[in-house]
């Protein structure tokens, strides 16, 4: 069975620190892989998308990135992070083309004090 | 600015009732529909997907899609406390040639003993 992971759970970081959070999953092969953020109170927001090895899509223009240097790999990261980059973030995956059912990863909370 | 609404909530109701949750979204090409539930702290986790207008029933979630209308709702009958929780109304955007969702910011649900 396929099964996602995310890590860190929880990351406390100061501003102006880097940031690499890091999603693998398991038991499939080539799937669309999507970065969200949830802010307190506000819906899941799409931050990147990928559909293959080093194929990145970003939905909103701000200070992450993403690659995805492996099939089942997914990495987000900043240089510098801002207060507002606070949140839940999600790594989600699914499994081939023609299907949009999407699962979600534990998630990492992140405070940037 | 394509978009899915719902009532933020909370909707309260006791043990043992059903629990109605309403969803409308504005683009008209949408084709897939899911509905996700999130307990406090948890990541989503999928309850349904609709495809075709009409009734799908799933134990005691029943979900139902009205594409003429644009809305999408989710019974949950013989409601628990367990159920208590916000849920998540997702359609799929691009024709969901990328799979993509659009997420609405969710209905908190509390089921009263």
């Known amino acids: 069975s396929q099964t996602i992971h995310q890590w860190p759970a929880t990351l406390v970081q100061p501003v102006g620190s880097p940031l690499s959070l890091e999603c693998t999953v398991e038991g499939t092969s080539n799937p669309n892989l999507y970065w969200y953020r949830q802010a307190a109170g506000r819906g899941l927001q799409l931050l990147f998308y990928s559909v293959g090895i080093g194929q990145i899509s970003s939905e909103v223009p701000q200070n992450l990135s993403a690659s995805r240097p492996q099939d089942r790999q997914f990495i987000l990261s900043s240089k510098k992070l801002l207060l507002s980059d606070s949140g839940f973030y999600l790594c989600?995956?699914?499994?081939?083309?023609?299907?949009?059912?999407?699962?979600f990863g534990p998630g990492t909370r992140l405070t940037v004090l | 600015q394509k978009e899915v609404e719902q009532n933020s909530g909370p909707l309260s109701v006791p043990e043992g009732a059903i629990a109605s949750l309403n969803c409308t979204y504005s683009d008209r090409g949408s084709q897939s529909f899911f509905w996700y539930r999130q307990y406090s702290g948890k990541s989503p986790e999928l309850i349904m997907f609709i495809y075709s207008n009409g009734d799908k029933e799933d134990g005691r979630f029943t979900a139902q899609l009205n594409k003429a209308s644009q809305y999408v709702s989710l019974l949950i009958r013989d409601s628990q406390p367990s159920d208590s929780a916000t849920y998540l109304c997702a359609v799929n955007r691009d024709g969901g040639s990328q799979g993509n969702l659009i997420f609405g910011k969710g209905t908190k649900l509390s089921v009263k003993p």
């Open positions: 989600a995956w699914i499994q081939g083309a023609n299907v949009d059912t999407q699962y």
